[in-house]
């Protein structure tokens, strides 16, 4: 049972539903689950990450690892340390959130003695960007003076380190379905009872890109999702970066084991006050809607856009090899150990975030081993 919608939510996700009603006679009354999504979580002054709902934290609807522990941004910070040792730099966050790992990263990498010259931040949720701005005025001025917010990606190159952090969970993505041999694309229509899937013979670009990720027989009845935004969006990445490497993390697969037979439900999940579900046509606006990383498809695109895959593992592995059980024998006293102990566990347990999210390092003229990947190379899984 998800909880009820206040007042003030029902109003909202009636707003938001007039604005898909609209969008729906626009389009003949069937929009693509990707643009379902670009309206529902972006839409100005409408969508999720666009509108006021707390979203991250307690008061909102879903943690992330910077929220669980500082551990998890000091680990990170030693890995941004030894590439800026390396090359110099920049460090560029894409959608920092509430603004905790910037936070953390840049007080620990000042502690390293390795602080970037610059500090950027891309977030594309103006209610986000506010947050994180409050949240880092707790920053010496010496940091605090390093933090740039952008509007769009760099029009000059940096050199240093780019990070995302559950973000490629949060583009728009697509559904399908195969059915007895059909590709079939899952959108949303509306019936007399609200919002509705509805299944389309899939549009060119999809069905092509279903053949070959998977040029065999689908199992019966398989749904899934594809973001075709990935490409582009590493691409972009890409022209960002002149010289360092990029740090995705997120929850994901590569390929195989992204679109393995049994997982014929998909990935996605929806987020609402700290539930997951998996029904993404409901309380359009007022909840997250992501779905799992194909890590080949990030790789693939890193390489048609002339970056290396350095590393990928799982999120464990990173923080082990980065220090964090160093991290937590340094708490200053028994409680705070306690506390960062329980919260190490949360990072690392398979059953928690261990395994399910991954860290993959995208180089670009970086020869410096990377320490974060030392303990174990899942390339080979790609
Ligand atoms: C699930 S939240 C993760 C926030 C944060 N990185 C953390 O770990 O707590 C997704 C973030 O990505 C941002 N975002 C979504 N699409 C983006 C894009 N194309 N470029 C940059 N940020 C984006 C959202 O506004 C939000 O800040």
Known sequence: MLPPLTREQAEQAERVM??????????????????????????????????????????????????????????????????????????????????????????????????????????????????????????????????VWLEALPATAITGVVIANEVIDALPFQRFVVDAGALLERGVGLSDEGLIDVDIAARPALAAELTRIAPGPWPPRYLSELCPMVGPWIASLSAALARGAALLIDYGLARHEYYHPQRDHGTLRCHFRHRAHEQPLLYPGLQDITAWVDFTRVAEAAVDAGLEVAGYC?????????????????????????????????????????????????????????????????RRML
């Open 18 to 147: 007039r604005a898909l009603r609209e969008q729906l006679r626009a389009h003949a009354g069937w929009l693509a689950f990707d643009d379902y999504l670009r309206l529902v979580l972006y839409a100005p002054g409408l969508g999720y990450y666009s509108a006021g709902s707390a979203k991250l934290g307690a008061a909102g609807d879903f943690v992330t690892a910077p929220e669980v522990s500082p551990l998890f941004g000091r680990c990170l910070a030693a890995q941004c340390a030894e590439v800026l040792g390396a090359v110099g730099g920049d460090v560029l966050e894409l959608g920092a959130g509430t603004g905790r790992l910037a936070l953390e990263l840049l007080r620990r990498m000042a502690e390293l003695g390795q602080p970037p010259n610059h500090y950027y931040i891309l977030e594309v949720s103006a209610d986000l960007r506010q947050r994180q701005q409050r949240l880092l005025q707790a920053l010496p001025e010496p940091l605090r003076s390093r933090l």
């Open 314 to 378: 799982t999120q464990a592995a990173f923080l082990l090899a980065t220090g964090i059980e160093a991290e937590v024998a340094a708490a200053a006293d028994p409680l705070s150990r306690a506390r960062l102990a329980s919260q190490a566990r949360a990072l690392l347990l398979p059953g928690e975030m261990g395994e399910n999210f991954k860290l993959m390092a995208l180089t670009r003229e970086l020869e410096a081993p990377l320490r974060g990947f030392a303990l174990q190379d899942l």
